[in-house]
């Protein structure tokens, strides 16, 4: 278990004890924060987007080249920008900061 | 006093509903009843990464199973609804048991089209709808096993492409003269024949079959040409049907699919459906459709949900679809038909290419053939009805946001 702090899409701040060893949408879905996540994690809808906390973006490592593709797409995207299906969440992220970004 | 609300068919449609009800801030009873043993789960995966053994069957699930009860919700499973009293409003289930609802939402999916022909009933032949013929399918599926695919929809050559990296020899039979001839035009049919066939698919169209032989458990399947394929182990996959009985002995409108509106509702005021089993408008296509998508089964649920909350807002996506097979990621969006103009852009070759489908130079579908830009841009393009010059189209060059 390790902490994750999350901004919802009304601006709520909220903190969970995370589920480590699956990915950072899946914790997000399991604790019913509003996000589509349609294709359930397979990197094909870019329903899961979210914006990572700059502080926590060296450790969080880059975009896959897919992930990239879907992302650079989207309106609302950001250098901060990442998808959640694509992040596994760890012992080592305790304390990671992220918002749920808008629906497009 | 406190409401119930019933959602029967606990699918991916069941399962967003009960999470939008409850987001809501609907407080009542909440009642989910599903005649599987699961929670509602991820059903793509089960011809792909549950098949392959990548993905452990509880990451399907769309919400963990103490999630039902710290929601409140009544979740039943094993559970057939067979009889629907709109009178007395109530439901009842194959143990005999009534059940009392304000409101009632139906997302009971479709079911697998059965081949109707001898020997269908042979042991180790398999179609695949739920978790439980994936697993049933995945013990069968060792090197070596003589896999006879019939179907050459995107179901069907899914399994083909887990089976063959599995070391199995694997063969598909298609009855129409090209395969995924339904949602894909024929340049990218030919493309993925060729894919699977470099692959060591073996892939046999025009063919019909006619039966299985074997003694206890299937050993051969026959076609129509004579032809005779061995067989340890058949996985059918020719299409669904919706699951519409208990609606229409309820007396609901049903036309291929229970008929709602475009909030989901039926011709009842306290009952809405969602998902594979409506038959619904979508004001941004202009008609009626059916349609078998999580897309749709997730918009779909929200839209009902909502109103069972009294929140009206209609329906109206385009539709959109993946299918993952080997190291190609299919992106499909929108209907195409068989008229329209196809413009292909990107390289086949390279694995990476667009087929484009104009009507009337109106640009209304995509292939997306690893090719993620292309996807995401039509999204936005089809929905704006954008008319589109074929020439510019084709050069992949052109970023299709800036067409
Ligand atoms: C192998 C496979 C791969 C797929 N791949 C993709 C894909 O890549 N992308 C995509 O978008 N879609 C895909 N789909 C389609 C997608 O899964 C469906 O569109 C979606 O599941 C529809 O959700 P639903 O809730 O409407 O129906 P379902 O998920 O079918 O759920 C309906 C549930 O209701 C139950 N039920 C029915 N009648 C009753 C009753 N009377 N009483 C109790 N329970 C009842 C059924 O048993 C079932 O559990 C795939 C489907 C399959 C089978
Ligand atoms: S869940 Fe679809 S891209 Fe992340």
Redesign the pocket.
Known sequence: MAKLHITDREGVETVIEGEVGISVMENLRDNDYELEAICGGQCSCATCHIYIDDAWMAKIGARNDEENELLEELDCVQPNSRLSCQIEFTEDMDGLAIVIAPDE | MTQTFIV???????GQAVATLRSKGFDGRIIL????RYVPYE??P??KAVLAGELEVERTFLKKETWYPEKNIEFRPN????KLDRKARTISTASGEVLGYDKLLL????RVRKLQAPGADLDNIFY???LDDTLAIQRKMTPGTNVVIVGGGY?GLEVAAVAVKMGCTVTVLEGLERVMSRVVAPEVSAFYHHVHTDAGVVIKTGMAVTGFEGDGKVERVTCADDSVFAADLVVIGVGVLP?VE?AAEGDLAVDNGIVVDEYGQTSDDNIWA????TNHPNALLGRRLRL??????VDQAKTAANAMCGELKPYSEIPW???DQYDLKLQIVGLSEPGDEVVIRGNPAERKFSALYLRHGKFVAINAINMIKDFMAAKKLIAEGKILDPDKAADAEIALKDM
Do not use: M
Request: with cysteine; glycine share 14%; charged share 15%.
């Open positions: 029967v068919g606990a699918g991916h449609a069941g009843i599903g005649d599987e059903r793509p089960l011809s559970t057939l609804v067979t997302a009971t999916g479709t695949l709808r739920a179901i699951n208990l969602a998902g594979d089993c078998e998508s999580v897309q749709n089964a679809f993946w299918s």
